[in-house]
């Protein structure tokens, strides 16, 4: 049952760790997949990484598509290694499922390739430029290495990104809610 309480929140201290590789799509390892959707559907996110339901292992799901729409197409990556990230830098204003209450403008490489294995245990390869889906690539990749969005900040902007975090959740903010971009 998808819940809003399965979301590890900021700030946590399994977001900071370094999550392990997944040896075999195991029946629990489709029932995470699953579990990790419905958390994402509900919070209307666009991706979601195994640590932020509590789970140090290296799969997330993503669907870029389906904001506003019934169109679901998600995307389950085990495993996902980043094969290239190039083209020009481009800021993005990310959310995080995590931070409830912040946006953070990161900087990133625009074009991206990505392999990761399905739950068939097939290795696909993901091609993304200049698009949502090229953000959000390297953003759950980077969770899988405890690394987040406000890791890209300065000591005192991060500071107070997790100022206003902290406070937005203590007022009730949900994952999903992201509050005005400064
Ligand atoms: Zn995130």
């Known amino acids: 049952m998808a ?5 590890v929140l900021s700030p946590d201290p399994r977001l900071k760790q370094r999550c392990a590789e997944i040896e075999e799509v195991t029946p629990e390892v489709r029932a995470l997949a699953e579990r990790m ?5 509900l919070a209307y996110g666009c991706g979601l990484a195994a640590p932020q339901v509590g789970e140090l292992v290296r799969l997330v799901v993503i669907d870029c598509d389906y904001a506003g729409t019934d169109n679901r197409n ?10 290239a990230a190039d083209g020009e830098e481009r800021d993005f204003a990310e959310g995080c499922l995590s931070f ?3 946006s953070v403008t990161v900087t990133r490489p625009s074009h991206v390739i990505v392999e990761a294995e399905d739950l068939e245990g097939d290795t696909l390869r993901y091609e993304a430029s200049d698009n949502l889906m090229a953000v959000c690539l390297q953003h759950e990749i980077d969770h899988l290495d405890g690394k987040t969005m406000v890791d890209y900040l300065g000591p005192i902007e991060r500071a107070r990104a997790l ?4 406070k937005a ?10 509050g005005d971009e400064e």
């Open 3 to 7: 819940s809003f309480d399965d979301i």
């Open 37 to 41: 959707l419905d958390d994402m559907y």
């Open 74 to 83: 998600p995307y389950v990556l085990i495993n996902p290694r980043i094969i």
């Open 100 to 102: 409830p209450g912040i």
């Open 163 to 166: 100022a206003e975090c902290r």
């Open 169 to 178: 959740i203590e007022e009730g903010a949900l994952p999903g809610e992201v």
